[in-house]
């Protein structure tokens, strides 16, 4: 069964242009959440999705970020404008409700760079 | 609110030499911990996880981790390591039947030397 797919692995792009992170979760799974990995502050959670609504935003950083998950099968984290302090691994991971139980399955990642 | 604290940032260990991780964690309620493994330029895995019942859980990789309801800790422990251990050790906390959302901690470098 395909995991978590996100795209692209890899980005670098140049300060103040818009970025757009994309992701297919497991078909099924019904909770989407995206997290940010950097050195500095470890792994942060961004914003959570369940059945396509998103429950939780606290985490995304400001105004500058959002996400969307138009459908069950896709989400999208944009960053606009990007600067070089948004510079981090981008996961995507899903699960299926649970009460918190059930294991959340991550992708690869996405590999921003802005400079 | 939860919160995870991982105690080291790296553990070097010989190849066979048995290694403990340690995580302690806060919360007011009720919990359910997760230990997740995360190799070079890869996504977190899980390892192995405690909901409840016996408090020594045993995961994949000849991995376990006791929870210890007293301490607060979730220490994950193998008595025989490899190289291919190598990788970034996180552990994680949800509230019991609460939402879906984990909070980690900020990972274990376990670095295992031949």
């Known amino acids: 069964d395909a995991g978590v797919i996100q795209s692209p692995r890899h980005e670098v792009t140049e300060m103040g242009q818009e970025v757009t992170l994309r992701c297919k979760p497991i078909s099924g799974h019904n909770s989407l959440f995206w997290y940010r990995q950097t050195m500095m502050r470890g792994l942060e959670l961004l914003i959570y999705f369940n059945n396509n609504v998103p429950i939780d935003d606290s985490g995304m950083p400001e105004d500058r970020f959002s996400a969307k998950m138009p459908n069950a099968s896709f989400s999208t984290l944009k960053i606009q404008p990007s600067e070089p302090r948004d510079s981090a691994v981008y996961f995507c991971?899903?699960?299926?409700?649970?009460?918190?139980?059930?294991?959340?399955?991550f992708g690869e990642g996405s590999w921003l760079t802005v400079v | 609110a939860q919160s995870v604290t991982q105690l080291d940032s790296q553990v070097p260990v010989f190849e066979e030499a048995p290694v403990e991780l340690r995580c302690n964690y806060s919360s007011s309620v009720s919990v359910y911990l997760f230990w997740y493994v995360q190799y070079p330029n890869q996504g977190l895995q899980l390892l192995l996880k405690y909901l409840s019942g016996s408090t020594l859980v045993k995961g994949i990789n000849g991995f376990e981790a006791e929870f210890n309801k007293s301490q607060t800790s979730f220490h994950l422990r193998k008595p025989s390591v490899h190289i291919s251990d190598t990788a970034e050790y996180f552990c994680a906390v949800s509230p019991a039947g609460g939402s879906e959302k984990l909070v980690f901690g900020k990972g274990t470098k376990l670095t295992v030397n031949p």
């Open positions: 991971a899903s699960s299926s409700t649970g009460g918190g139980r059930n294991t959340i399955y």
